[in-house]
């Protein structure tokens, strides 16, 4: 169980507490200068809270062994760099670093969850956008965490790669990991989330399932325009005004 | 990947014997007079040096493009080779007798710069800021360098200086060896232990933390291997440019490109570097012998300027 517990950062989370669940795709979403980043930074024990703390299984994230935190909950950052040319076979297999071993079942199986076997040795300079997010996220999964915490990974993608990466995303959560997402698009959070937090400056104004934390009111009252949803249940679209 | 590395060390198991004989006067180990004594005391350990320095310089550069996650980066940069200058030309300022204390000082000058990167770099491990810091100190030591010799005594003085600013192996013997050698094998198994991390780095900084990276403690292996090859390096052959930019260059496309894999591959390819270019330093017919930290950046500067060409096309 992955938990923030009233976690407080100058000026920019004041007193979060949310408590994540395993199986689950949590979006979290809010206007810009929310702090959803900086949520999810702390929850990947990456940022240190002022106030309150992160919580894994009941432990403080701030006093496990940096090696033990990697093992349990992998962090896709949102800008997806990759310094030097490597081939996708030894990009996904940095996913193993916090662990001794090469791990090359797991990372077979990582390439082979994200359909990466014909391009395995290719350098990863010659991917297309899609498949470098797949790659990237191959990465993460062959470290096999019990959390997944991506930053905006959608933001970057055409439509049909942010469906197909989303579809792998949820696979991700039925498998029995936690999925949790920054998201900016509302539409994605409402189609594909189990559920949703929503930040503003103020701090986490809804929790609850999509339909429930994106209503219209709230929204209008957060990010400050007049919005309604259109289409049916699992295919909504946000249209302003 | 491992297959560059035997194909180094047979390169360099061939260019080491074959370095021997050359020079102004090629040696026959059969019938030239005194071969063993040239060969001894003059060649072998001058060999040997230049393939701790290059071995030294090779890592150093590897390790600091890894970290920076930039292609252009020299170990330069981090300010302790101009440290160790500073130092070195201190000793020679001071008119101290030479033997054990110019290396001694130069040393000491490359942990005060390690030690200053250090305090101001602070715990977080922060790599903008310590960058910055490490050119700030290698300003710092340059102003300073120049200030000493702005203070020599006399012509001749400056001269020295001058002279042993431009790096060079001539004149070096065992005790030289007896220093670098253990100072720089520490610092290339120091950089190599920080291999993993700079592997994690390949993902950007927040990436590799959340791999278990601690940035602190790979900063703190990075100086601390830095400082020993480059600073060995400059206290036992003065400031030798380049090597640390080119070496990782040429190496890279051997290996799979990860920045573990590079450290020791351009250990050897430097070695073999400065090899190379002390003999063509040798065997150049001048007047009076090129100095290798000359020739090395008569030939890095080119091929600098033919990497920026170079990325410059690829940007467009």
């Known amino acids: 169980m992955l938990e923030a517990r009233g976690i407080s950062l100058a000026g920019r ?28 930074q702390c929850l990947a024990g990456l940022l240190l809270p002022e106030g309150g703390a992160a919580m894994l299984d009941g432990a403080n994230l701030a006093s496990l062994e940096p090696r033990t935190r990697a093992r349990a909950i992998g962090y896709l950052p949102q800008e997806g760099e990759i310094a030097w040319d490597l081939s ?74 942010q469906l197909d990466l989303v579809g792998r995303l949820r696979e991700v959560a039925r498998s029995g990991a936690g999925v949790v997402l920054v998201l900016h698009d509302l539409s994605l959070a409402m189609n594909h989330a189990d559920r949703v937090l929503v930040l503003d400056k103020d701090g986490l104004v809804a929790d609850a399932p999509p339909e429930v934390a994106l209503d219209p009111e709230l929204i209008e009252q957060v990010w400050g325009v007049p919005a309604r949803w259109l289409g049916e249940r699992g295919a909504r679209a946000l249209v302003a005004g | 990947m491992t297959r560059p590395i035997p194909l180094l060390l047979l390169a360099l198991a061939v260019a080491l014997p074959l370095s021997l004989l050359a020079g102004r006067v090629w040696v026959d180990p059969w019938t030239t007079p005194n071969a063993a004594i040239i060969l001894g005391e003059l060649r072998l350990p001058r060999a040997l040096l230049a393939v701790v320095v290059g071995g030294g310089l090779g890592a150093a550069g590897a390790a600091m493009q890894g970290y920076l996650r930039n292609p252009l980066a020299d170990p330069g940069l981090f300010g302790i080779a101009p440290g160790a200058a500073l130092g070195a030309v201190l000793s020679l300022l001071l008119g101290l007798p030479g033997g054990w204390l110019l290396p001694l000082f130069a040393l000491a000058g490359a942990a005060g710069a390690m030690l200053l990167l250090a305090l101001i770099a602070g715990r977080a491990g922060g790599i903008a800021l310590f960058t910055l810091a490490g050119m700030m100190i290698a300003s710092l030591a340059g102003a300073l360098t120049s200030l000493a010799i702005s203070l020599a005594p006399n012509a001749f003085a400056t001269s020295e200086i001058v002279v042993w600013l431009m790096g060079a192996l001539t004149d070096r013997g065992w005790p030289d060896v007896a220093l670098a050698a253990p100072l720089t094998g520490a610092g290339i198994a120091l950089l190599r232990l920080g291999g993993r991390g700079l592997d994690a780095l390949t993902l950007g900084e927040a990436a590799a933390r959340s791999l278990g990276v601690a940035p602190g403690r790979l900063q703190a292996l990075l100086v601390a291997g830095i400082g020993l090859t480059v600073g060995s390096g400059v206290a036992v052959a003065g400031v030798i440019g380049f ?62 300027l033919h990497l920026l060409l170079k990325m410059r096309r690829e940007a467009v």
Request: charged share 20%; with cysteine.
């Open chain 1, 88 to 161: 996708v076979q030894n990009l996904v297999a940095l996913g193993r670093l916090p662990y001794r071993d090469r791990g090359e079942a797991q990372v077979n199986a990582a390439i082979e969850a994200l359909d990466l076997e014909t391009l395995s040795t290719r350098p990863v300079s010659t991917l297309s956008g899609g498949e470098k997010a797949r790659a990237l996220l191959a990465r993460v999964l062959a470290g096999e965490p019990r959390w997944l915490l991506a930053d905006e990974p959608l933001a970057a993608l055409d439509l049909g790669h």
């Open chain 1, 13 to 40: 989370l004041a007193g979060v507490s949310a408590l994540l669940r395993a199986g689950e795709v949590t979006a979290i979403c809010g206007p810009n200068g929310a702090g959803k980043s900086t949520l999810l």
């Open chain 2, 243 to 304: 090597v640390g930019l080119m070496v990782p260059h040429l190496v890279r496309p051997l290996t799979d490109r990860r920045p573990a894999s590079l450290i020791i591959p351009s250990a050897l390819a430097g070695a073999l570097l400065v090899l190379i270019a002390d003999c063509l330093c040798r065997l150049l017919p001048l007047v009076t012998e090129l100095r290798l930290g000359i020739a090395l950046s008569l030939i890095g500067a080119p091929f600098f």
